[in-house]
């Protein structure tokens, strides 16, 4: 199988010797007997591994051309996981408009010296440059960003940085639509919770590796801390993920109009979107995507119309997270980039009249009208007439 939605879809099937099911069954045995003293199976203790997780692993490791991959109980500990690499004294180089919940763990770490961290603007060639000229253990790399959507080139970074560890966070876009260890990355850290289960009824994570020491450096200490995930949440996600490119399709359809829509509408004064032209990070977007993604940043005119917007949506709900088939607005200032410090969220650009969505598969008729009668309320358009 070399297609991707193939291997979506069809690893791990037929491999059930007693009866034959198609689909793998699931195993929540916590434990594994042993053939004899001092000769365990496959499996021994589910923290340690599980026939189900294996699976899972397997999958997202060919999906994302890695040697090995740890699935995690969820993207936050997918990242702990991948921090072990470093020990204190290393230099870490983190995007400085990250994840709330990424920034809140590293900030936390380095506090406790764990490692030395340096904020940097990734996706602005002079200040990456200019601190990637200085040695770092771990380059940690998130593309498209969240909640602004900038774009860092990651093959770019590589040669920047040949002698880092190079981690992506490719949570935004899954395998179906950017492939980092193509572009040079060594690891992969995935929130799974997000467009691989796609149905905002799992939390979990994974790290891919490119390197099989990397991985079984990873693999260990997600055994060690407990990170590792559970099977019936193995198999939820592997269920979701067989769908991964059917879905990403319609998603990228819908957010098309959508972005359409943002773009031309009076009440809207700034879109955050790599599939627009104007957007700074496109014509990279374009080499190392195959696809812009199906999250969407926007400004309005008058940050006061925010909560008047917000509340009058009926098709998109007000909700954290993202990529699930059900489309989400959020308020990243008070919500999924709350764990920021003011301060911090200030340098990242993070203002609190942003809005971010998360497009889903509904019918894209319905998602534009519903932000239609929700952006006229905007003092804007009830000034200039618009509709």
């Known amino acids: 199988m070399k297609n991707l939605p193939t291997i979506a879809v069809r690893?791990?099937?037929?491999?059930?010797?007693?009866?034959?099911?198609?689909?793998?069954?699931?195993?929540?045995?916590?434990?594994?007997?042993?053939?004899?003293?001092?000769?365990?199976?496959?499996?021994?203790?589910?923290?340690?591994?599980?026939?189900?997780?294996?699976?899972?692993?397997?999958?997202?490791?060919?999906?994302?051309?890695?040697t090995q991959a740890t699935v995690t109980a969820s993207g936050m500990a997918a990242i702990t996981a991948a921090l072990q690499l470093l020990k204190p004294g290393d230099r870490l180089v983190m995007p400085h408009d990250c994840y709330g919940g990424t920034w809140r763990l590293v900030d936390a770490l380095q506090k406790r010296n764990a490692f030395v961290v340096d904020w940097v603007d990734l996706s602005n060639p002079i200040t990456r440059r200019e601190a990637l000229k200085k040695p770092a253990k771990v380059v940690w790399v998130e593309t498209p960003s969240n909640p602004l959507?900038?774009?860092?080139?990651?093959?770019?970074?590589?040669?920047?940085?040949?002698?880092?560890?190079?981690?992506?966070?490719?949570?935004?876009?899954?395998?179906?639509?950017?492939?980092?260890?193509?572009?040079?990355?060594?690891?992969?850290?995935?929130?799974?919770?997000?467009?691989?289960?796609?149905?905002?009824?799992?939390?979990?994570?994974?790290?891919?590796?490119?390197?099989k020491t990397l991985g079984e450096e990873i693999a260990w200490w997600a055994n060690c801390l407990g990170l590792t995930g559970a099977p019936f949440d193995a198999w939820l996600t592997l269920r979701g993920v067989r769908t991964l490119h059917a879905r990403m399709t319609q998603h990228l359809q819908n957010t098309e109009a959508v972005v359409a829509l943002l773009d031309n509408h009076p009440a809207v004064a700034k879109v955050y979107y790599p599939g627009l032209t104007t957007h700074p990070g496109h014509a990279i977007a374009r080499q190392q995507q195959t696809g812009f993604g199906a999250m969407v940043s926007f400004e309005l005119h008058d940050a006061d119309d925010i909560k008047p917007l917000v509340e009058s949506l009926q098709v998109f709900s007000l909700a954290e997270s993202?990529?699930?088939v059900e489309s989400l607005v959020a308020h990243p200032a008070t919500m999924t980039h709350a764990a920021m410090s003011a301060e911090a969220r200030a340098v990242?650009?993070?203002?609190?009249?942003?809005?971010?969505?998360s497009v889903g598969i509904e019918d894209p008729r319905d998602l534009l009208a519903d932000l239609k009668q929700a952006l006229v309320l905007c003092r804007s358009c009830r000034k200039g007439g618009a509709a």
């Open 322 to 324: 993202l990529g699930g």
């Open 149 to 211: 959507l900038r774009i860092t080139d990651i093959a770019q970074v590589r040669q920047e940085a040949p002698d880092a560890i190079l981690v992506v966070d490719n949570t935004f876009l899954s395998p179906a639509l950017q492939k980092p260890l193509e572009l040079g990355a060594d690891v992969i850290v995935h929130s799974t919770t997000k467009y691989i289960n796609g149905h905002s009824d799992v939390v979990g994570g994974a790290v891919i590796s490119k390197d």
């Open 348 to 357: 990242a650009g993070i203002s609190d009249g942003l809005i971010r969505l």
């Open 11 to 66: 690893t791990g099937l037929e491999r059930d010797q007693q009866h034959g099911a198609v689909i793998p069954p699931l195993h929540l045995s916590s434990n594994y007997t042993f053939e004899s003293l001092g000769q365990p199976r496959t499996f021994d203790y589910t923290r340690s591994g599980n026939p189900t997780r294996a699976i899972l692993a397997e999958t997202l490791a060919a999906l994302e051309g890695g």
